[in-house]
Every structure is written in C-alpha cells, then in structure tokens.
C-alpha cells in the first residue's frame, strides 16, 4: 500500500440532505442511481481528483452508511476520509465539517453530494484557483432569457451576460472561511451557499468553468437524467482508457429535421440569417448544429441531444449553436474524447447558402474549440418537403479520438 501525503487541502461533502422533492424514502445522499448510491458517484469523483482529506457530512443515524460508502470509494486513501453528523440547517452541516479539518489544511472546498456526477478535473481546478484573499467558484453561463416579473407580470428583461449559475465544488482559503462562518454565526444570517456567505464577509470570489455535468440531482427528473449518463458514458473512475481496440477513432451520425414556422429570423449553421423565416423547435431550431451534437454524442456513446438538452432541461429554451456545440465539446472532454471533424450537409431550399460557407463554418469550429467543420448545402428538386419549402432536413458526421489519460 502507499503511503498518501497529508493534504493542505480538503473537501467538505454536505450529505445531509432529505431528499424530499426527489420523493424518495432515503436521505438524498443514499438515493441510487444506478447499483452505486449518489454518494458513492460523489466519492468516485472526490478520490479521483489529487488527494484530500475527505469529510463526510452525514444525516443523523446514517453515519455508517456514509462509512461504508467513504471505504468502498477511498482503496488506498482510506487514511484521509471521515465522517461526522450534519446539522438541522445546510450552515450548520458545513460548519461540523470545519471542525474537523486537520491542523495542515489551508484550502477547504465545500461540495453537494448532490452534484455527483462532476468530473474530477472540475474538483482540481477549483483547488488550484484558491488564492489566500480569493475563493473559487465554478459556474456556467445563463443561457435562459431570464425576466424581471411583479404581480405576475413581466416588467422587464434581465442582462443574462451579467449571471452565472453556481455550482459546486466551491473553494476556500481556511482561515478567511472559519471566520466568515462566525460571523454569520454571530449574526444568525442564513445563506444560500458558502460563496454568498463568504462574499457577504467582505472577501472576493473568482470564477473558474464548470461542467454541465455538475448539475444537481433534486427531482425524479434529474435522477434520470444521471442515469442515462452513466448508462452511456465511459466509467470515470480516473483510470487510464485501456490502449487497443477503445484507442480507435469512433465515428457518429447525427439527423435533425425541423419545419418553417418560428418567430423571429431563421439561425442556422450557427448565424443569424434575417429576413428569413425561421425554423420552429425548442431552442432557435438550428437543425445544422443539432445534427452536429447527435452525431458527436453517438460517436462517444454520450446518448443524444434530448438526453441532455430537450425539453426535460428548459435553461436551453431559445438557446443558440455556440451553447450547444459549447457544451456538448465539455460533455466529450470530461468523457475522455475529443472531436476529429466534423461534416455536415443540410437539404432545402433556402436560405442561399454558398456566400455564407466559409463564416459558417468558422462559427461552428470556433464553437467545437477549433475542430475542423465543412458544411454543404444542397435542394432536392422540389422532391419531398424540403424541396416544397417546408423545412430543412440535415444529416452530419463526426469523428472522436479518444484521449489517453483520465476521464475528466
């Protein structure tokens, strides 16, 4: 067995939730997904990333399940993981934590348990931007049309390039922490997370990239959405990809067909074509970039654009190619691919497409991290409803290679 370094960082793992809207008859944590608890897929991701000591905050009367699942997940740093007893409120769980950081640890992050399904990578990158004046805060940017409401009516529309949606694991410097959580103790203010809390001490937060897999398993909904990705997705366990046949390059078809008849201008192939009729779905119906995120999710064996982006998840409603395509390269980087080229084709009739190729194509590389894109476009002669004008039918191919190194 090796010997593990003490740590100077350490995560606290809040597990005390009911679980209530999951309508469940466990504690959330303890909830399966599939023959692994979500606090087990938590673990898996926690002794996965660079060692720290591990605490696990437990619901009163489950701490030896959480003993369980601890060992089952730590092997060899069984050494840096322990349990205690969560408190009534998420504070007052947090705060058990603290108290039981070793005297060496200078950097503590506090993560959901809920949020079981995020990558290693994310967990490393938040302890890597924690400075000794800053936090760290992993986020995804608001794609929603987001609006300002009063009595049931819309009184305005809010500047989305000014949010972020909050995830966890969020990262501290341990002194500045301890104190912010006295003070609020002092006050007796409640916060929504330990972000807000540390901000309102008067420290500063920084932001770092999250993942889309860093979603939190609340309702029914979310805990299926969690299992058709572990039911698709390669293990991420941290372990090298084995070399040979899984090394080869894989290749994905992707189709999307959608019907004229939304409002507003047409967005296809990433841009914006005004004066066109646009194409009806449920985000801007660009049927190119759909057909692009099918076939890229079917390369890598991710499912399909409904398991991650319909109309299940409604933060992608009017959303554009950049945000797909965008997070759909995440989805295949954290699954240990990336993307070759892409090819796509697209049949109707309008809009005319050739004087448009070339910036098409670079918006959609731009959007994939620079993978090569070619984009064609062609009519059917008048056959079928794509030559009748009624919409646009496109089919693509995607190359993946597999990376070597860890699932991220």
Known sequence: MSIVPVPHTAIIIVAAGSGTRLEARAPKAFVGIDNRTILRHALDGVFAAQPLQVIVVAPAGHEGDAQTELLAAAGDRADLGRVVTGGATRQESVAAGLAALWGDVTTVLVHDAARALTPPSVIDAVAAAVTAQAAALPV??????????????VTGTVDRSELAAAQTPQGFPRDALEAAYARAAEEGAEYTDDAALFAAAGHTVRLVPGSERSFKITTPDDLERARALLATAPPSTGA????????????????????????????????????????????????????????????????????????????????????????TRRLLAEAGFSIGNVSVQFQGNRPRFSARRVEAERALSAALGGAPVSVTATTTDALGFPGRGEG?????VALVVPVDGPHR
């Open 140 to 153: 995804l940017p608001v794609v929603d049309t987001l609006k300002r409401v009063d009595g049931g009516v």
């Open 240 to 327: 090298r990809r084995d070399r040979g046949a899984s090394a080869l390059p894989r290749v994905g078809i992707g189709t999307d067909v959608h019907a004229f008849g939304g409002e507003g201008d047409l967005w296809l192939a990433g841009l914006e074509w005004p004066g066109e009729q646009p194409l009806s779905g449920h985000s801007d119906g660009d049927a190119v970039a759909h057909a692009i995120v099918d076939a890229l999710l079917g390369a890598a064996g991710l499912g399909d654009i409904g398991t991650h982006f319909g109309t299940a998840h409604p933060e992608f409603a009017g959303a554009h190619a950049d945000v797909f395509l965008s997070a």
């Open 392 to 396: 646009i039918a496109v089919t693509a």
